[in-house]
């Protein structure tokens, strides 16, 4: 999933670079915050770990292939999703300037795909949620299979974005993207299985070694949701980028079949209902009227936030439901 | 297995030719960083269909390979680790864009092909630019120019570290596979049933090999803060050379130096 250089613009590989260096930067903060001396070798010997048990090939049973570890799982596990997401800038680093692993112009897009998703996506929404209330072989292995499979399919999908915007290649987006994920969900799961097997082996002889803050019954939902809002931000505003330059898969079978991006619509409801969409619409077609990126950028995160906003409001009013039926139960 | 000590092989060859004396070794590593990433960024910059003024851009790799003295030919072995997809992705492009672009000698080149084919050259020359880089400065001496890039210490000292620690990982890492491949000399990989203790054995040896560097490194004075190795200043010749690449490369960007060459020989 390492990204070259020769995919990006300069603009969409200066972006990247500057949401992961903030990334990093609060991520330093953060391992200041309870800085040990010790925790320095610690982390430099974890990243080179990694980048060792990532060359070693695990036959998949009834395939030919083989598969790796998930990388940014297992040291989220082991040293704490912020110490993992410095580790893996290292990993990335010098996997990019010793191997041509990645572009260095591309470091940027590479340290958010593949660090950020894992260290911060794939631990604080998936692994610490599921093991919170302490550890179990169940509990390791889906924790890690699905940290490893969402944190590798948001990654996929963002090379796919990232290379969409910068316009170099002429592939359609809709063909990378049906290319990107399947492949992705296959390897995603087989590291979440290795990764699984690793934390397993290490929960019962070694239980030390594993972060311990995970497994304290403190769930923060902040972390959870300005994650999910950085999330939804990023692919909302990115993916309406795309949007902007290639129509709608359903407006663009209409434009097939008719020849018109929208139907028309002289059905008197019809033209009633759309006369009300219309005026309720904050902003029409996703746009601001006219079609400009800033627009349509904007657009998409509006939408993108509203549909998190309205997530998040079902999960409370659920939550809220629960715990009323909970107290009802504990009453009676 | 190959791929360890392949790897192990590379990190060891690079830390050689990166050491070597030449006058790009000479230069400046924070120099030789802006210099790298600005090459990168120009060379990435270039449209899509500018094939002829993105081969302009080759002018810096034939520079830095001849007076380094670096061997081109292992650039290649690197250009194999990301070309395959580049090339992928350009092959690709002739399909989806076959707009007509103009004709040569009789056969229709579209914009496709010509995308793909400077996608495919500024594969080439990007991943030469952070060749060039690597192979003349040694990773200390770039993470020094991370630290004068005011790139908080905790993360130079971590690239630093995970660096040194990569050839003695690798090789436990190799010691380990060997044992296991001796004893299951059919199988391709590693068993499904032995995945965990396998991969664990290694994770608690690496733990163990850290507090004993932990241990070293206090009884040597360390207390939280790494001291890097002083390097020299920069000289006027560093200065020179940003500014002689800085002006060559917006040269070659913006003015159309081979219509321009091309229009001498063609009325």
């Known amino acids: 999933m390492h990204m070259a250089d020769a995919l990006l613009s300069p603009a969409v590989g200066g972006a990247m670079y500057a949401a992961s260096a903030v990334t990093a930067i609060y991520s330093v903060k953060k391992v200041k915050e309870d800085f040990s001396p010790k925790k320095v070798p610690v982390m430099g010997v974890m990243g080179a770990f990694v980048f060792a048990a990532q060359m070693i090939n695990f036959s998949i049973p009834g395939t030919g292939s083989s598969g790796h570890i998930c990388g940014g799982i297992l040291l989220a596990a082991l040293l704490g999703p912020y110490a993992a997401f410095l580790s893996m800038i290292a990993i990335l680093l010098i996997q990019c300037l010793l191997f041509a692993d990645g572009g260095i112009l591309a470091l940027g897009c590479n340290i958010w795909n593949m660090a950020f998703y894992a260290c911060f996506f794939g631990y604080f929404c998936l692994y610490k949620p599921i093991i919170k209330n302490g550890m179990s072989r169940a509990k390791i292995v889906l924790a890690s299979v699905l940290g490893c499979v969402l944190s590798l399919q948001l990654g996929a999908f963002s090379v796919a974005l990232e290379t969409t915007i910068s316009g170099i290649s002429e592939l359609p987006f809709s063909v990378f993207v049906a290319a990107m994920q399947p492949i992705h969900l296959a390897i995603g799961t087989i590291e979440g299985l290795i990764t699984a097997a690793v934390l397993i082996f290490v929960f019962e002889t070694r239980p030390e070694l594993l972060n311990a803050e995970a497994t304290e019954n403190k769930f923060s939902l902040k972390k959870v949701l300005v994650i999910m809002g950085i999330v939804v931000v990023l692919v909302g505003g990115a993916l309406s980028l795309v949007a902007s330059s290639n129509p709608d898969g359903l407006e663009w079978s209409i434009g097939q079949v008719t020849g018109k991006d929208e139907l028309d619509t002289d059905v008197s409801v019809h033209a009633a209902l759309a006369d009300v969409q219309e005026k309720t619409a904050v902003l029409p077609d996703y746009s601001f009227g006219n079609d400009n990126i800033a627009g349509t950028s904007f657009s998409g995160i509006v939408g993108s936030g509203l549909v998190a906003g309205l997530c998040i409001l079902l999960a409370v009013i659920f939550g809220v439901y629960k715990k009323k039926k909970k107290a009802d139960v504990e009453k009676t | ?267």
Request: hydrophobic residues 50%.
């Open chain 2, 1 to 267: 297995m190959g791929k360890l000590s392949d790897a192990i092989y590379e990190v060891h060859y690079m830390d050689t030719i990166a050491g070597i004396d030449s006058p790009i070794h000479r230069v400046h590593p924070l120099v030789k960083l802006i210099v790298t990433v600005a090459y990168i960024w120009f060379t990435v910059s270039f449209n899509k269909y500018d094939v002829t003024g993105l081969i302009t851009m080759v002018v810096y790799p034939v520079a830095l390979f001849s007076l380094s003295g670096i061997s081109f030919g292992h650039s290649i072995k690197k250009l194999r680790v990301i070309l395959p997809f580049v090339i992928l992705m350009g092959i690709l492009n002739p399909f989806f864009n076959r707009e007509p672009l103009f004709l040569l000698y009789g056969i229709t080149i579209t914009e496709g092909m010509v995308s793909g084919l400077t996608l495919l050259i500024k594969g080439i020359l990007t991943v030469l630019g952070g060749y060039l880089l690597i192979s003349t400065t040694r990773i200390e001496a770039i993470c020094y120019a991370l630290n004068l890039l005011r790139v908080p210490e905790i993360l130079v000292t971590q690239i630093l570290l995970t660096y040194r620690y990569i050839t003695v990982l690798l090789s436990e890492a190799n010691h380990i596979f060997e044992a296991y491949s001796l004893r299951a000399p059919s199988q391709k990989g590693i068993h499904y049933k032995v995945w965990g203790s396998l991969i664990g054995q290694l994770l608690f040896r690496s733990i163990d090999r850290a507090t004993g560097l932990y241990d070293a490194m206090v009884l040597r004075g360390y207390n939280g803060n790494f001291r890097h190795s002083q390097l020299p200043k920069a000289r006027w010749q560093d200065s020179a050379y940003l500014l002689v690449w800085m002006a060559a490369f917006a040269v070659l960007r913006y003015t159309s130096l081979t219509a321009l060459i091309g229009s001498l020989f063609v009325r």
